[in-house]
């Protein structure tokens, strides 16, 4: 289940809620009853080695090595 993160407005706590994708949008109370909160815009970084989808690094440009890329034969 989604995790959301919300800032009172009235106290500036930021805290969590746990609640399905279709009520993202609802309104949340804060732990301590306030009723004004926004939902914060949250980040995820996804890292890994590996593993199911990852692709090898595609190819660069230029067909060659060297300090022009291999087309001036230098």
Do not use: I, W
Request: glycine share 22%.
């Amino acid at each position: 289940m989604p995790r959301y993160e919300f800032r009172c407005r009235a106290c500036g706590d930021t805290f969590e809620v746990n609640r399905p994708m279709a009520q993202a949008g609802e309104p949340a109370s804060c732990p301590g009853g306030h009723a004004d909160t926004v939902k914060l815009l949250s980040t995820v970084a996804v890292t890994g080695r590996g593993g199911a989808g990852a692709t090898a690094p595609a190819p660069s440009a230029g067909g060659g090595g060297g300090c022009c890329g291999g087309g001036c034969g230098c």
